[in-house]
């Protein structure tokens, strides 16, 4: 495979959400979305995110295009930084802070040998952190996005489109905002969105009501078009679509790509739809990234427990082939990711797990060529060298 | 006894709305044998959910069952009385809805939800009874006692053993530690564990039938692969019968034994799994089939959409109602719906290109024109 150029690199990338705040504005508890992603999109290729609901592929999604604001980590662009956050080092400190005067409060009030020595031990790493929070600020300063380059799919076509507006309005409004065209240009631009997604002229002037599902999926296509971008992050595009519907919008997004040179992060649950549609795939499961390869070689030789179980519960079109296919059912289901515990996330899970899966993080390292897995055990499971 | 437990016949349900009538299902004929898994697959609007609903009668107002009979099990579902409808509902046909989160009450327990089920259908079996006959001391009332159950009268199940019941139900679907979970409330339980409560509940009262709508769709796909082998075992061990309804071709092909294809209310094909999988003849079915991916590693194939969108059912097209859809659609086929024509002794088709005066396309096996019972 010749080495593409990178589009889209995501390093680190950690969304929390704090739920529970007491009334000091101390956060108690975490949900901890995304935690620790890191993977790369190519110019022109095809990304698959899946995972299970709850994963955290969504929130990566929206965290990518700046609905949400990164809690920690950078996201790059075409090399620039877009975006990068700083927040998580402002609770690391915090933490440190709050661990100290825990340990103060055991120790004696007289003991001042001991009580220097852990204030100095403390005041160090809080100041590496400082000293970290520092350099993510002017990072975070920095960083600048063209909201051109990066567009979105959404997944319900019947939320995402504004009922008071017309089709023309709605795919017209980011072109006005942007000043791409000005005057007859405007509606111009317009018909020949609408003809590319395979729409008519005379639908400019209706309401998203008057719409069929796979239509309306197509009206939010050509409103993503209209800037024309670089990238589209597809949000579980064709999820609530029928079977046949479905088909045509995987089609017609192929079309595009090929037209346009786009390249997509295509997020979804249903694992076929996207085999078919990526080049290569990211597993998710709450808020990990665990497998990451090609497609073909995901599906063929699927490294981590995880995406082994995963693969193994979709069910084929394909009666005789399901009776002599293995499965291997997971026990129990998904578990929170509020105060996830230390260890691999899979590990309650997992049939392989042993003591370390418990205590100690996986590394997401790379076993086979271009196929990344976080999993301690991964070569002994696969019999690999 | 016939071997069929359900026989529905020239089925037609229709909502009048403001607009007028939606004809949701349109003359849908199917018999159902005993004992084995029946799919129903095609796409919303299709009519698949309204036709079991209709079999349960639970069609609501403005929805009415136009025309048709619906023989289960000798009795006719459409004639009789409301009471005795809600007797048969839960004790001789039950259903698992799609949505596991709403179809519970989330202000009762599920002890509290299960108990009053299996209280309301279950009796006591005629030996039970007539052990517990022999204890009454008082020989006049133990004969009238035993007489009255000779009739096949017995008494309610009481709460104590509905709920060794509901516990013994439980487990077998799966839920771990049932004695103390039962005592939860709906919330407490994660959306796999709901739908094996469902699951539990439908089975309860021992049904001759169970209808499940859509029952993994809201699932993830790990815990959909453990209740479509939960319902698997079901099948082996207790001997229900089960009607599936799915939009997902996948898990027809993983459960059932017999397919029913539907589209804009009539039925379009029906046949064993591997009929319709293996030799489809319809072609919606066909249609169906290309429009989802089946890549081998190493190449991609395109996929091949069917054209345009699902009819409008206000104002469904006249004839076949795949016809504008079609890419085979001839003069007739504008004009009249097409019968079922047989093809095999399991599998037919609603196609008029399996008419003996229709040309011959490639890819479709010719019946003869012998239409199917």
């Known amino acids: 495979m010749n080495k593409k150029e990178v589009l889209l690199e995501v390093k680190n990338l950690k969304k929390h959400f704090y739920i529970k705040k007491n009334i000091l504005g101390k956060i108690q508890k975490t949900l901890k979305a995304v935690d620790d992603v890191s993977f790369v999109i190519y110019q022109g290729e095809t990304f698959g995110l899946v995972g299970e609901s709850g994963c955290g592929k969504t929130t990566c999604g929206r965290t990518i295009i700046g609905l949400y604001e990164n809690t920690g980590g950078e996201v790059y662009f075409d090399k620039k930084l877009i975006s990068a956050g700083s927040e998580e080092y402002a609770l690391n400190i915090q933490e440190l802070k709050d661990e100290l005067s825990l340990k103060l409060k055991k120790v004696a009030k007289d003991d001042f040998d001991l009580r220097e020595a852990l204030k100095k031990e403390y005041q160090e790493k809080i100041d590496i952190e400082i000293e970290k929070r520092n350099i993510a600020i002017k990072k975070e300063k920095s960083a600048k996005r063209n909201p051109r380059d990066i567009q979105m799919i959404f997944q319900d076509p019947y939320t995402s489109l504004n009922p008071r507006m017309t089709v023309a309005e709605i795919i017209s409004e980011g072109i006005k905002t942007h000043k791409l065209f000005t005057g007859n240009d405007i509606m111009e631009r317009v018909f020949y969105l609408l003809e590319t997604v395979g729409l008519k002229r005379e639908h400019a002037s209706r309401y998203p009501h008057e719409f069929s599902g796979g239509q309306r999926q197509r009206i939010g296509i050509a409103r993503a078009l209209a800037m024309d971008p670089k990238l589209i992050i597809c949000d579980e595009p064709i999820s609530a679509l029928d079977v046949s519907i479905q088909a045509q919008v995987v089609n017609m997004l192929e079309d595009l790509q090929d037209e346009f040179g786009l390249t997509y992060l295509f997020i979804a649950h249903d694992l076929s739809m996207v085999k078919h549609i990526s080049d290569r795939i ?82 997401f390292e790379e076993i ?3 196929h990344f897995a976080a999993c301690h055990y991964v070569k002994d499971i696969n019999d690999l060298k | 006894m016939s071997e069929y437990i359900l026989e529905v016949k020239n089925l037609r349900t229709s909502f009048f709305t403001h607009l007028g009538e939606v004809q949701a299902v349109r003359d849908i004929s199917y018999k159902l044998k005993k004992g084995g898994i029946l799919g129903i697959v095609g796409e919303s609007g299709s009519g698949k959910s309204v036709s079991s609903l209709s079999i ?12 048709g009979e619906i023989n289960f099990d000798g009795i006719d ?25 709403t179809s519970l009450n989330p202000v009762y327990t599920i002890k509290n939800q299960l108990i009053e089920v299996i209280m309301k259908h279950v009796r006591i079996t005629k030996e039970q009874a007539l052990e517990e006959a022999k204890k009454i001391k008082d020989l006049e009332r133990q004969k009238k006692a035993i007489k009255r159950i000779e009739n096949g009268i017995t008494r309610r199940i009481n709460k104590k053993e509905a709920l060794e019941r509901a516990i013994y139900y439980l487990k077998l679907v ?12 709906p919330h407490q339980f994660s959306g796999g564990m709901r739908q094996r409560a469902l699951v539990a509940m439908a089975l309860s009262c021992e049904p001759k039938l169970i209808i499940a709508d859509e029952p993994t769709t809201a699932l993830d796909v790990t815990i959909q692969a453990q209740i479509l082998d939960l319902l698997k075992k079901i099948k082996k061990e207790l001997d229900t019968t089960i009607i599936f309804i799915t939009h997902d071709l996948g898990v027809i092909a993983e459960l059932c034994d ?8 009539m039925i379009m094909e029906k046949g064993s799994v591997n009929d319709i999988f293996y030799r489809p003849q319809h072609p919606y079915t066909k249609g169906l089939h290309q429009s989802i991916p089946k890549d081998v590693v190493g190449q991609k194939k395109r996929l091949v959409p069917i054209a345009g969108s699902p009819p409008d059912l206000l104002n469904p097209p006249k004839g076949c109602p795949f016809n504008p859809r079609c890419r085979y659609a001839m003069e007739i086929c504008l004009e009249k719906p097409a019968p079922l024509f047989a093809i095999s002794n399991t599998q037919s ?4 290109l399996q008419d003996e005066n229709a040309p011959d396309v490639e890819g479709f096996k010719k019946s003869g024109g012998v239409l199917s019972e």
Request: proline share 10%; with cysteine.
């Open chain 1, 282 to 363: 990211g597993v998710m499961y709450l808020g990990k990234m665990m497998e990451l390869a090609g497609s073909d070689e995901l599906y063929d030789q699927p490294l981590h427990p995880y995406t082994q179980s995963l693969l193994s519960s979709i069910p084929l079109p394909d009666p005789e082939a399901n009776k002599i296919s293995k499965r291997f059912l997971l026990k129990g289901e998904i578990t929170s990711p509020i105060n996830p515990k230390p260890g691999c996330r899979f590990a309650g899970r997992c049939k392989y797990a042993k003591d370390k899966c418990f205590s100690e993080d996986p590394l």
């Open chain 2, 77 to 101: 579902l459409t004639k009789i009385s409301t009471k005795k409808m809600q007797d048969l509902r839960g004790s001789e046909i039950a259903m698992i809805f799609q949505d596991p989160m």
């Open chain 2, 349 to 352: 088709s609603a196609c008029w």
């Open chain 2, 258 to 265: 017999d397919v029913i294809v539907m589209y804009g209310g």
């Open chain 2, 56 to 67: 349960i009668r639970l069609v609501d107002s403005p929805g009415k069952i136009v025309h």
């Open chain 1, 368 to 370: 086979l060529p271009n």
């Open chain 2, 174 to 185: 799966g839920i771990p530690e049932p004695e103390t979970r039962i005592k939860e409330y």
